[in-house]
Every structure is written in structure tokens, then in C-alpha cells.
């Protein structure tokens, strides 16, 4: 296309999205009936047009309007907040992975004691099971150390 026949496309184009003015109608309308490359385009940017139009604009995703709105809503929430109010929002929002993922491991610390010592006893769970009674001295012991 020669530059004159882009800027006569462009024009034809933008008809399409707006109103022109009187003087760019009639040089349109003058184009139109000189250019028969330009009557075909005409042609098929109607044909595109009614396709449009006529076409289904349904999403096959169930709620996919009201999930995207609620995305565009929370992003424009969130811009208007204060650094303090960002840090609180973005705490709030990885708490429940913290939670379930402390929560996990609680288990499986606890699973592990059951089956290493065979019960969970306060002395289980308080790491002292293991200490014997050699350890613990009766007083008795300790004074017939100094031989009273």
C-alpha cells in the first residue's frame, strides 16, 4: 500500500470506531469509489463486524466474570492501602499456610514420639523418660557420702 492508501485505510478504520468529520466523510466516500481494494477491505471489516456481533461472548468457565471482577477489585483494594495495612493484608493471607504447615509437623513429631517410645506420657513429651534411676540419689545416698 502506498502512503496514501494507508492513510485512506486508516480513515476507513477509524469510521468504523467513530464519527468523522464532514470533510474526511466525503473524502472517504470519494476513496471508496476510486479504490476497489479499498470497497473489498470495506467489505470484509463488515463481514468481521457482524461475525462479532452475532458471535457468543459466554465463557465455558463456571463464574469466570464474577472471579476476574473480584481479582480487579482486590488489586484496586489493595493499591489504595498503607504500607502498615499492606504488611497486615499480606500476613493475613499466609497465616493459613504457616498454620497448616506447623500444624503438619506437630503431628508428625508427635507420631514419631508414640512410636519411638510407645506412649505419649508427660515424660515422653517432656524428653525425661529416658533418665534412669541411677541418676536420681536418695538423700540417705549423698549423706553416707560425707560419712555422717
Known amino acids: 500500500m502506498t502512503m496514501k492508501n494507508q492513510e485512506l485505510y ?3 478504520l477509524r469510521s468504523f470506531d467513530e464519527d468523522l468529520s464532514p470533510q474526511e466523510q466525503q473524502q472517504l466516500q470519494k476513496a471508496l469509489k476510486e ?3 479499498l470497497r473489498q477491505k470495506k467489505r470484509e471489516l463488515e463481514e468481521v463486524e457482524a461475525l462479532l456481533r452475532n458471535a457468543d461472548m459466554t465463557t465455558t ?14 488489586l484496586h483494594s489493595t493499591q489504595a492501602l498503607s504500607l502498615m495495612d499492606e504488611f497486615a493484608l499480606s500476613l493475613s493471607r499466609i ?11 506437630l503431628l508428625v513429631l508427635t507420631a514419631g514420639l508414640y512410636l519411638s517410645e510407645g506412649n505419649l506420657s508427660s515424660n515422653t513429651l517432656l524428653g525425661t523418660s529416658d533418665i534412669s534411676s541411677e541418676l536420681l540419689v ?11
Do not use: H, R, W
Not at 497465616?95 to 500444624?103: C, R
Not at 536418695?138 to 555422717?148: A, G, I, R, T, V
Open 61 to 74: 468457565i463456571p463464574f469466570f466474570t464474577g472471579k476476574v471482577m473480584t481479582k480487579i477489585e482486590d
Open 35 to 37: 479504490s476497489a481494494e
Open 138 to 148: 536418695s538423700d540417705d545416698d549423698y549423706l553416707n557420702d560425707f560419712n555422717f
Open 95 to 105: 497465616f493459613p499456610k504457616v498454620a497448616l504447615s506447623s500444624l503438619s509437623l
Open 10 to 12: 486508516q480513515l476507513l
